[in-house]
């Protein structure tokens, strides 16, 4: 088995997604972009320009530092060159003036396409691809920036009888204080850890 990258362009995500389901790839550009807009498709990106200053960069954003629209459609996205066409605001990054920024090499996280898109049978629809996300419950902000913190800190969730609720807690805020993020409630780590 060869070794397959975490993060991949929208351009190759799409090409993954047809090739295993063979839906259109216009269909598939839609169904990827409610999922990003949806949180259920993971992102990076490096930022490009600022939208209202001469401020340029080539940091590495994600999800809980970006403000993502909602709605997204196929038509928001440079799909050839892997980026939004519009500038999307960015919250608080160290040493960068907030607001909206340009984004480049915009990439999704391959586990999520895998999942999303491509390890559910039974549920599809005639496209081949599963429900659309809108259909589905949506993730809240906090849930979703304590399952970020969740994986960077631990790949796989420890059981309870390792680590208690409350160290789980304490270690997910702390790193989240230390990354300059927003931090969430106990419940919300508890949640996006599938112990509530």
Known sequence: MSYQTEWIDLSAAIELITKSNGASPEKTQAEL????????????????KHSSSNQT?????????IEIPRPLGAEDFNWTESRPFKSWRVHSVDRHRPGFWFLKDLEVC????????LGQTGSSSDSGLPETPSRQKRQSPARKAAKIALDSCYPNVPPQHEV???ELVAVIQK????????????????RAA???
């Open 33 to 48: 972009s409610h999922a990003i807009s949806d949180g259920r498709a993971q992102i990076r990106a490096k930022l490009d």
């Open 57 to 65: 960069s080539s940091m590495t954003v994600s999800n809980d530092q």
């Open 110 to 117: 391959r586990a999520n396409i895998d999942s999303t898109f």
């Open 164 to 166: 208690r609720n409350k």
């Open 175 to 190: 790193f989240m204080k230390e990354n300059s993020r927003r931090v969430v409630s106990a419940d919300s780590i508890l």
């Open 194 to 196: 599938k112990r509530k």
